[in-house]
């Protein structure tokens, strides 16, 4: 693969080493097979803005391919994006340090990895959050969630427990995904209960905690008793503005409970780290589906809501969690993933 990269790229990196350094780096880890790793396969990933200490979507992703790295004896690195201006760069210098698969963690990187892949045929990518359809280049997997089917269920929780029936919802930013989000949330409440009412705001950032915060005290302050975050870092202000109000609030992407256990009463887990983990375990068995996308679901093991539900959740909520569960597996019940599909149900 080497020998096909572009020679501007090679004599680049001899003069220009230690004078330009883009995002932040974490070199790749030792893999636990080969001697120091040295024929392991390397996987690096491009981290959103977020970081990977977000507590959320890209520390997701990064946990999955450090269990890779344990169990598949591969060796794993990152590149760390400040601002969206970092993404083509650090795609670069993880394609230059010859890992056989990069990740881009995140659908504002779409453009950019298309771009790199047309760059080097060769190289392998993968990418978090999006889908280029049937024009999906060969050396690329795209991967994708059903994020609005563990929406439908922390919505069921969010209608049964409400004791206001104003119910909150915040967004970072109004793109596909993460309307699957409030529109499988909005259906999961009104299934449980037509009464509540459910509040929307987007924040349009991920990563401005203190407008998370700010906008869920406002909710609160409006009567509501339960918000939802489907915004990154942004969301982590939430739940410190429901520690603060003695409120409630619901996770999301991860287990979200640790960060205030008595007020995170469940999240909406959205198992990139298991993505992350299935598709580099079947590239070191030979079996990378590039052309393709992937999507995970509640029947994929894709996507749920957190064990640590049964903390705060009653049991026959978790109960009724369960039989719909089982129905949305079971394709009794198709969870709306957009406006249309929102406004179409019955």
Not at 82 to 91: C, E, F, G, L, T
Not at 121 to 141: E, L, R
Not at 184 to 189: D, K, L, P, S, T
């Amino acid at each position: 693969m080497a020998m096909k990269k572009k020679l501007i790229s090679l004599a680049l990196a001899a003069t220009m080493l230690g004078t330009m350094v883009v995002g932040c780096t974490k070199p790749a880890e030792e893999g636990a097979g080969g001697e120091e790793g040295k024929n392991a396969i390397k996987v690096g990933m491009v981290t959103d803005v977020g970081g990977i200490n977000d507590q959320s979507f890209n520390q997701s992703a990064w946990e999955g391919l450090k269990r890779a790295k344990d169990e598949l004896g591969i060796e794993i690195g990152y590149q760390e994006s400040k601002q969206d201006a970092d993404y083509p760069p650090n795609i670069e210098n993880l394609v230059d340090q010859e890992n056989d698969l990069v990740w881009g963690i995140g659908f504002k990187m779409g453009d950019a990895v298309k771009e790199a892949a047309e760059n080097y045929p060769d190289q392998k990518f993968a990418i978090i959050d999006y889908s280029y359809g049937d024009k999906t280049p060969k050396n690329i997997v795209g991967v994708t969630f059903k994020e609005q089917e563990a929406s439908y269920l922390v919505g069921l929780i969010a209608g049964k427990m409400t004791k206001s029936n104003k119910i909150g919802f915040i967004g970072g930013m109004e793109v596909p995904v993460i309307k699957r989000f409030e529109y499988g949330f909005r259906a999961g409440v009104k299934e449980a209960n037509p009464n509540a009412e459910v509040l929307i705001q987007y924040a349009n950032s991920f990563t401005d905690s203190a407008k998370g915060k700010a906008i869920a005290k406002q909710m609160y302050s409006q009567g509501a008793d339960i918000i939802f975050h489907a915004a990154g870092d942004t969301g982590t202000g939430m739940i410190e503005a429901a520690k603060e109000e003695g409120k409630y609030a619901i996770g999301v992407d991860r287990d979200q409970n640790s960060l205030a256990p008595d007020n995170v009463i469940t999240s909406a887990m959205k198992r990139v780290d298991n993505a992350i983990y299935d598709v580099t375990k079947k590239l070191t068995e030979g079996k990378f589906e590039g052309g393709t996308t992937i999507t995970y679901g509640l029947a994929e093991g894709g996507v749920d809501i957190a064990p640590t539900s049964d903390k705060h959740v009653p049991e026959d909520v978790l109960n009724l969690v369960k039989e719909y569960k089982n129905k949305i597996i079971g394709g009794e019940i198709k969870v709306p993933a957009t406006e249309e599909e929102f406004n179409a149900m019955k």
